[in-house]
């Protein structure tokens, strides 16, 4: 079964500056997907990037990037210029292809993220 | 974006009684419902998962007679929380997804609170 680690239950970062959230994951598939979703204090799951297992370039969404290395299993969200808006529980997610049925997505426990201001 | 809406957002009972929660999908075809559990501070728990015009698939530890699933038509599903208890009190939140498509779409959950 495919697991998802996030190691850091919180992280902080001064308003403006640039903060990184660590992911990594455990699989024998070649082909999946994977995501970041940001869940504010209302709660709503909120998507922030996406990334095709199968796209060697790193997906970008605005002020948010990410570091996929497959041969690691690591996926970083990257957060420049930040604002107090994006401070929010941050959830790292696996999903098999759609080849093999419909799974769910897997999630890390999740990243806390402060922002200073 | 596809919109999945989720209702009540917030509902108080008392223990023994039953409580039905909505999730609509409002601009697609969700073939596939998923429930979720949310304890404070903690990540999304799958409960089930549903395809539209079958019996959910429930996962390990989770009670199905206590946690009816009904996904009857290509927009709506619902959870019924039966005998609700106070430990049953939590935020569920489902997410629907169209198809193969990659991404699946969430509502924005609903705090059960049993008294």
């Known amino acids: 079964a495919q697991t998802v680690t996030q190691s850091q239950p919180e992280m902080s970062v001064q308003e403006a500056e640039t903060v990184t959230l660590s992911c990594t994951y455990d699989t024998s598939e070649s082909d999946y997907y994977l995501f970041w979703y940001k869940q504010p204090p209302s709660r709503q799951m909120i998507l922030v990037i996406r990334?095709?297992?199968?796209?060697?370039q790193n997906a970008t969404e605005n002020r948010f990037s990410v570091n996929f290395q497959k041969a690691a299993k690591s996926f970083s969200l990257k957060i420049s210029d930040s604002q107090l808006g994006d401070a929010a529980m941050y959830f790292c997610?696996?999903?098999?292809?759609?080849?093999?049925?419909?799974?769910?997505?897997?999630f890390g426990k999740g990243t806390r993220l402060s922002v200073i201001a | 974006g596809a919109v999945v809406s989720q209702h009540p957002s917030w509902v108080i009972c008392k223990s023994g009684t039953s409580v039905k929660i909505e999730c609509r999908s409002l601009d697609f075809q969700a073939t596939t419902m998923f429930w979720y559990r949310q304890f404070p501070k903690q990540s999304l728990m799958l409960m089930a998962t549903?395809?539209?015009?079958?019996?959910?698939?429930?996962e390990q530890g989770v009670e199905k007679d206590k946690f009816l699933i009904n996904h009857a038509s290509l927009t709506l599903s619902t959870l019924t929380v039966t005998s609700a208890h106070p430990e049953d009190s939590s935020f569920y939140i489902c997410s629907a997804r169209e198809g193969s498509y990659t991404e699946a779409f969430f509502g924005q959950g609903t705090r059960l609170t049993v008294v």
């Open positions: 997610a696996y999903r098999s292809p759609p080849n093999s049925g419909n799974t769910p997505l897997v």
């Open positions: 990334q095709e297992a199968y796209k060697q």
């Open positions: 549903s395809n539209e015009g079958s019996k959910a698939t429930y």
